[in-house]
Structure formats: structure tokens, C-alpha cells
């Protein structure tokens, strides 16, 4: 929950913000962070709570995510403190938390999700002032109430929570976590005790690879873009920020539609794919065969040095998408992008992507599929001044994609 003193700038913090020691120039860079005047807002959203995760082995996801991406552990919820059926690990870095939860009891509702859909977000948990405002401009505008507010507390403090459901089987916690004027001090939530890693950075590790969480991409059904563009609409209040269709997002062999919804401040940003007819099959039905329907396709990371987060990632054995040369040998692209903060030949080395809109300018890059489906992947962006995401770069993208689909044999 933000505090309760407003910036010369009209925005405030969230407490995971100034917990991570970021400042608005950061945030507005880092993100794209914009004002708005929450008091006109029918839902209005703080920002990112946690992004929840059903994976098959949580114990060693959590592991995965403090050795190889750096992240911190900071909670944790199972059988030796009351959780009986799984396990769940709460770790952070910089403003963004993610939760790990893995079944430990066969009868774990976990162990079924995880069977449709393999490992993959289940919750997109987002932090708000007033969960009952939130709830009744849900149960008004006609969304399915999966979880009514309830308060719960430890000796840290009260949360106050709900939940509603979005596409697939993927649902928003809402969480309030100021009530009655005090902010929860837990590590995370009531059930969950803080956790110390046994795990110990090598010598020179940077502090933290990625600082926020730009944007989560969401896959749906053929014709059912435009009616969760509508649910958001609607429901939250997220305005429309940008519309990709046609030759904008195709290649010679597939094609898909997007369209890009955001909250108030645009702390939170869903861009909502679903796939277009075309001669072959797309990474969007890629996905949705795998996964079993709809779900988060990948979450952008946001950092403010994309040269030394890949550098490090790659040290650690992360693996992203190839990018042919061809793509930095282009005289269009070099007179499309101008200057940007580092040489041509650094993001070619890399293999990192360039795009420019009448903003400024982003550099972005993807990694491979996280785990054995093809299904959830991250991004991680960088921007200076833009407020896209990387239309330019699209065909390159999909095309790179497509390499690895026809790899796979699923193209």
C-alpha cells in the first residue's frame, strides 16, 4: 500500500518500492510510471502484490530463482509452520515478488493444477487500497468472485483480502495491506514465517539482476482477445495503451492479434494475445496446447543495465532466443534507432533488441522456455523514455521463436 504523503510528482511509492530503495525517476524509467488521479478510479490498483507460480518442485524452483537470477528469499509457508499440503518460498528482488508453490501431500489441489498445465503462474496478486471497493466494482461489472473478503492475521497485523478470476484458471488476489490505518509487517502474509537462504552469492555477484516488473503477457483463444480487453475494461477500470494487428505482428509462416490494457499509473500492464489465422501454427497456440488453455505467457523484468543482467544470467546458464545478424547488419534499423547508450555491436554480442517510438527508445531480449513444456518464458527490458514494447522488433522475435518451435516440432 502506498503512504499516505504524495510527491511533488503526484505519485507515491508502494512500501516494496521503497523497501527495494527506488525513486520515481527510477520507476518512470524503469517502467514507464505515469500520474493519475486514483480518485476517479472505480478499482483503483496500487501496483504488484506477488506473482504466484505452481511448479513441480518448489523446493528446487526456489533454489533455481536465488542462484541463477538472483533473487532474495524472504518467506516461507509449509509443513513445519501449519501448511500441510505444499510448500510455498516468497522471494524478492528489487520492487517484484514472486511465490514459488510446489504440493507436498498427493491430495494437494497442486498436484492437479500442475498436471494440466505444468509450471506456470497461477496468480497474478495485485496490491490495493480497499478490497471491498474492488470487489463490489468486480461483482457489479459482472466478474466471477472467487474468493470473498476475508481478513486474516498473525501478530504482524491484519491483510485484508479477496480474489477474482481472469482468463484460464488464472485469478487476481487483490491484497490491502494497510487496514484500520496500520500496514501489515510480516514478511509476507499471515502463515508465512521469514526465511533466511542457506545459499550464498558467488564474489561479485551484483545485488539484485532485475529491480521491477513491467508488464505480464496473457495468452487466450482464438476470439477471445477482444472479451478479456472488455473484462478489463470494465471490471478494473485499465484503459487501453496500444493495439498490435496485421502485418504488425506476423511473419511469413504465423500471425497473432494483441492488444495492451493498463491500470491508472501504469505500475500494471496486460498485453492480451490470441492467435490469427495463418499457414502455420503460431507460439500462441504453441502455448495454449501445452498449457492446457490460457495462461501468463511470460513476465518483463525490468532493469536499469540489460547488458550486465544478461552478462550475469548467461553466466548462471540462463538461455535466450538467438538473433541472427542480419537483424543489427539492417542499414533500416541503424537509421530507425538512432543513438542509443551503448554500440550496435554490444547488443549484437548479446543478442539484445532495439526498438524506437516517438517516446524514446527500449532494449529488450527473451529467454527460452523456463522449464519442459514450451509455455512460460521472461523478458527483460530496458527503457529509456519509450513507452512500447518493442513493435518493431516483433517479427524478429517471432521468427526467432518459430526457429525454436520448428526445433520442437510444433510449427
Same mark, same amino acid.
Given at each position: ?99 514459488? #508453490? ?104 551484483? #545485488? ?21 480487453? /472488455? ?16 502485418? *504488425? ?15 491508472? +499509473? ?88 532495439? *526498438?524506437?517510438?516517438?517516446? /524514446? ?31 518493431? +522488433?516483433? #517479427? ?10 520448428? #526445433?520442437? /516440432? +510444433?510449427?
Amino acid at each position: 500500500m502506498t503512504d499516505t504523503t504524495t510527491t511533488s510528482d503526484r505519485i507515491d511509492l508502494t512500501d516494496q518500492e521503497r523497501d527495494a530503495e527506488l525513486d520515481l525517476h527510477q520507476l518512470k524509467q524503469l517502467v514507464g510510471l505515469v500520474e493519475y488521479d486514483e480518485s476517479t478510479d472505480p478499482f483503483p490498483v496500487t501496483g504488484w502484490d506477488a506473482i504466484v507460480f505452481v511448479v513441480g518442485n518448489a523446493t528446487m524452483a526456489a533454489h533455481y530463482y536465488q542462484s541463477a537470477w538472483g533473487m532474495e528469499l524472504v518467506a516461507y509457508a509449509g509443513p513445519e509452520n501449519g501448511t500441510k499440503d505444499h510448500k510455498a518460498f516468497v522471494l524478492r528482488s528489487g520492487s517484484i515478488r514472486f511465490v514459488v #508453490k510446489g504440493a507436498v501431500s498427493p491430495d494437494s489441489p497442486l498436484v492437479e493444477h500442475h498436471a494440466r498445465h505444468g509450471d506456470g503462474v497461477v496468480d497474478i496478486a495485485l496490491e490495493v487500497p480497499d478490497v471491498d471497493v474492488c470487489v463490489e466494482q468486480a461483482r457489479s461489472a459482472g466478474a466471477t468472485i472467487l474468493q470473498e473478503p476475508v481478513e486474516l492475521t498473525d501478530d504482524f497485523g491484519t491483510v485484508r483480502m479477496a480474489a477474482i478470476a481472469t482468463y484460464g484458471e488464472t485469478r487476481h488476489s487483490l491484497v490491502q495491506r494497510v487496514v484500520d490505518g496500520t500496514t501489515y509487517a510480516g514478511p509476507y502474509l499471515p502463515g508465512f514465517q521469514e526465511a533466511q537462504s542457506t545459499f550464498v552469492k558467488r564474489d561479485g555477484a551484483p #545485488k539484485r539482476l532485475f529491480q521491477a516488473l513491467d508488464h505480464i503477457v496473457g495468452n487466450v483463444e482464438l476470439g477471445k482477445m477482444e472479451e478479456w480487453v /472488455g473484462f478489463y475494461n470494465k471490471v478494473m477500470g485499465f484503459t487501453n495503451m496500444a493495439e498490435f494487428i496485421g502485418d *504488425d505482428i506476423a511473419t511469413d509462416y504465423s500471425a497473432l492479434m494483441s492488444k495492451v490494457v493498463a491500470n491508472g +499509473n501504469h505500475r500494471v500492464k496486460f498485453p492480451l494475445n490470441e492467435p490469427a489465422v495463418a499457414k502455420k501454427k503460431s507460439q500462441i497456440d504453441e502455448y495454449l496446447e501445452f498449457y492446457g488453455g490460457p495462461g501468463a505467457q511470460h513476465l518483463a523484468l525490468a532493469t536499469n543495465d540489460i547488458l550486465r543482467t544478461v552478462d550475469e544470467l548467461r553466466r548462471e546458464g540462463v538461455e535466450f532466443l538467438a538473433t541472427p545478424d542480419a537483424y543489427y547488419e539492417d542499414p533500416e534499423l541503424r537509421s530507425r534507432i538512432g543513438e542509443v547508450r551503448v554500440p550496435i555491436e554490444e547488443l549484437q554480442r548479446r543478442g539484445i533488441l532495439v *526498438d524506437r517510438d516517438e517516446d /524514446g527508445y527500449l532494449l529488450q531480449i527473451f529467454t527460452r522456455p523456463l522449464g519442459d513444456r514450451p509455455t512460460v518464458f521472461f523478458e527483460i527490458i530496458e527503457r529509456h523514455g519509450s513507452l512500447g514494447f518493442g513493435k518493431g +522488433n516483433f #517479427k524478429a522475435l517471432f521468427e526467432s521463436i518459430e526457429r525454436e518451435q520448428d #526445433k520442437r /516440432g +510444433n510449427l
